[in-house]
C-alpha cells in the first residue's frame, strides 16, 4: 500500500496537489504503524535524522515565539515531509525492485513533459488546450510555467540513466541522441533558471564519467546553435531565455530577485539567532524596519511600502531557512545537505548504478546555493524534494534488504 502511494504520488504532484500531500501523510503513518508494531526505529538513530529533527524545532520554537497561527500550524506539519524522506529509505523504496518502479514512472512522466512541451511548441497548444504563457515559456502539459522546475526534478533521474548506460555501452549515438532531446526540450520550454540547473548537473555528470564527456560537448555545441537561431525558431523563447536573462545579470541588485535577497539577507541580520517562524519572511517582509538594505555594499534602500523586495518566500532554500530558524537553522540545513550529499557520494558507482549516480547529481542541482527556487516546504515542491532525498538515501544504502532498518542494530552508529 505504502509502495502504491509513493508510486501515484508524482502524477498526484502534477495534477491534484492536495491528493499529493495525503499521500505523503498516509506513507508516514504507515511507517510509523510499521516501526511501533515491530519495535524498530533502527533509522531514527542516523545523523540526518537528528539533523532534521533538530531543524524542524528550531523552526517550530521561532514559529511558536513570533507568530501569528498559520505559520505555527505549517510549521508543525514540516514534520510530514521529514518523516516522508525517511520512511522512502528505510522501508517504502528500500528494495531495488520498488526503486525500478519509481524510476519508471519518473521515466515516463518526463517523456510525457517533453512530448507535451514539443506539442505546445509544434501546434501552439497542449493537449489540454492550453498556449504558451504570454512571456514565451512553454508549460508543457500544465497551465502556467512549471514544465521547465519539473522537467529538471524528472530529467536528470528519469531520462539521464538511460543516457549513461547507452553512451557506456554498446548504444553510444542512441544515448548522444537521448541527450540532445532532452536539452532541446528543455531549452524550448523557456525558464531560465531550470536551464542553468540542468547544464550544471550535465557538467558534475561529465566530471564523475568519463565517457559522457564528449557527448556533453557535442549536446552543448548544439545547446549553443539552438539558443543562436532561437530568434528564428521561437522568438518569445529569444526574449525570456536570453534577453532579459542577460538584462537582470547586468543590474542583479535592482532586479526583483535582487530585491528579494537583499530584504531577506537584512531580516537574518534583525533576527539571527531565532529567525521569524515558518512563514516568517512573508509575515514581516513588508516592516519598514528591513528596508534600509545594505548602501555600503551598494545593495539599495528598498522603501516603497514594503512591495519591493517582499514576496511570499526569498526564492533560495537558503535565505528561506535562514529567515525562518535565524542563523543556527541555516547552519543545521547546511549540515543536513552535507550528510545527504556526502552519504550518496560515497556510494557513487555510475557504470554499474546510473541512477543512483544521477539521483546524487540531481540533489547537487536541487540544493545549489546560488539559486532562484520555489519555496521548500510548500507541498507542490517539498513532495518532489523529499521524495529525491529519500529515494537517493534508499539508492545508496550498501545493504539493499528492506529490512535493514528493521534490524537490531544494538550499539552500531548509523551515518
Not at 525500478?100 to 506539442?119: G, N, P, Y
Not at 548537473?201 to 555545441?221: D, E, H, K, Q, W
Not at 537583499?262 to 512573508?282: D, K, L
Request: aromatic share 14%; glycine share 8%.
Amino acid at each position: 500500500m505504502a509502495l502504491a502511494a509513493v508510486l501515484l504520488l508524482p502524477l498526484f504532484l502534477f495534477y491534484g496537489r492536495a491528493i499529493a500531500d495525503a499521500l505523503i501523510v498516509a506513507v508516514d503513518l504507515l511507517f510509523l504503524w510499521r516501526c511501533a508494531a515491530g519495535r524498530e526505529w533502527g533509522w531514527s538513530r542516523q545523523s540526518w535524522v537528528k539533523l532534521a529533527g533538530a531543524l524542524w524545532l528550531l523552526q517550530l520554537f521561532a514559529s511558536l515565539r513570533m507568530g501569528p497561527l498559520h505559520s505555527e500550524l505549517e510549521a508543525l506539519s514540516m514534520a510530514r515531509v521529514l518523516l516522508f524522506a525517511a520512511a522512502l529509505q528505510a522501508w517504502v523504496l528500500a528494495d531495488a525492485p520498488a526503486r525500478r518502479a519509481i524510476w519508471a514512472v519518473f521515466l515516463a512522466l518526463a517523456l510525457w513533459t517533453a512530448a507535451q512541451s514539443w506539442e505546445q511548441y509544434l501546434t501552439g497548444h497542449n493537449l489540454m488546450g492550453y498556449t504558451r504563457w504570454p512571456d514565451g515559456a512553454l508549460t508543457g502539459p500544465f497551465y502556467k510555467p512549471r514544465a521547465g522546475e519539473i522537467f529538471l526534478y524528472l530529467a536528470l533521474p528519469g531520462l539521464l540513466p538511460v543516457v549513461l548506460r547507452w553512451v557506456n555501452g554498446r548504444h553510444w549515438g542512441a544515448g548522444v541522441a537521448l541527450l540532445l532531446f532532452t536539452l532541446t526540450t528543455m531549452i524550448l520550454i523557456g525558464q531560465r533558471m531550470p536551464n542553468v540547473l540542468f547544464v550544471l548537473g550535465l557538467c558534475i555528470t561529465a566530471i564523475m564519467v568519463g565517457r559522457f564527456r564528449l557527448p556533453l560537448a557535442i549536446a552543448l555545441t548544439v545547446g549553443l546553435a539552438a539558443l543562436a537561431a532561437l530568434p528564428v525558431l521561437s522568438p518569445p523563447t529569444f526574449g525570456k531565455l536570453v534577453v532579459h536573462f542577460a538584462h537582470q545579470l547586468a543590474d542583479f541588485k535592482v532586479s526583483p530577485y535582487g530585491e528579494l535577497y537583499t530584504r531577506a539577507s537584512v531580516m537574518i541580520v534583525a533576527q539571527p539567532w531565532t529567525g521569524f517562524g515558518f512563514e516568517g519572511f512573508r509575515d514581516f517582509c513588508a516592516r519598514p524596519e528591513y528596508f534600509h538594505g545594505w548602501p555600503a555594499l551598494g545593495l539599495p534602500n528598498t522603501d516603497n511600502g514594503g512591495i519591493a523586495g517582499c514576496n511570499l518566500h526569498p526564492h533560495n532554500y537558503y535565505l528561506q531557512v535562514g529567515t525562518m530558524a535565524g542563523l543556527p537553522g541555516l547552519a543545521v540545513f547546511i549540515a543536513l545537505v552535507v550528510v545527504w550529499l556526502r552519504r550518496m557520494a560515497g556510494a557513487l558507482r555510475p557504470r554499474e548504478d546510473a541512477a543512483q549516480a544521477m539521483l546524487f547529481v540531481t540533489l547537487c542541482v536541487v540544493f545549489w546555493p546560488f539559486a532562484s527556487t520555489s519555496a521548500l516546504f510548500t507541498p507542490d515542491n517539498s513532495g518532489w524534494v523529499f521524495l529525491l532525498v529519500g529515494w537517493g538515501l534508499a539508492a545508496s544504502e550498501i545493504k539493499q534488504e528492506s529490512t535493514r532498518f528493521f534490524e537490531k542494530k544494538r550499539g552500531k552508529k548509523l551515518l
